[in-house]
């Protein structure tokens, strides 16, 4: 049994910054890739930021210059700094972590969403 637990999010004003993580506990072996999407209302779920197991990071162009994804492998966790908040960065943020689990499994795991409200 694998469960993502997020945090950080809230209500913030236009300029603003936040702090998101997520952290992953359970039956884990490894993990691969861990990211983070968002949803906003009547919108589809998007792809915000990901970071691979060396390091290496790709962002959604709206974001870019203003977020950074991070990882701490020794704590299961990712995080996503997010500076200059905008009022369209509102949503739902869900974290997203590739797990192979003790029986060589590799599943994709969900958190259960923060929501993040930018406006004044």
């Known amino acids: 049994q694998v469960q993502l637990v997020e945090s950080g999010g809230g209500l913030v004003q236009p300029g603003g910054s936040l702090r998101l993580s997520c952290a992953a506990s359970?039956?884990?072996?490894?993990?691969?890739?861990m990211g983070w999407y968002r949803q906003a209302p009547g919108k589809q779920r998007e792809l915000v930021a990901i970071?691979?197991?060396?390091?290496?990071?790709n962002y959604v162009d709206s974001v870019k210059g203003r977020f950074t994804i991070s990882r701490d492998n020794a704590k299961n966790t990712v995080c996503l700094q997010m500076n200059s908040l905008k009022p369209e960065d509102t949503a739902v943020y869900y974290c997203?972590?590739?797990?192979?689990?003790?029986?060589?499994?590799?599943?994709?795991?969900w958190g259960q969403g923060t929501q993040v409200t930018v406006s004044s």
């Open positions: 970071i691979s197991s060396v390091g290496s990071t």
């Open positions: 997203t972590q590739r797990i192979k689990n003790m029986y060589g499994v590799w599943s994709d795991y």
């Open positions: 359970g039956s884990i072996f490894s993990i691969n890739t």
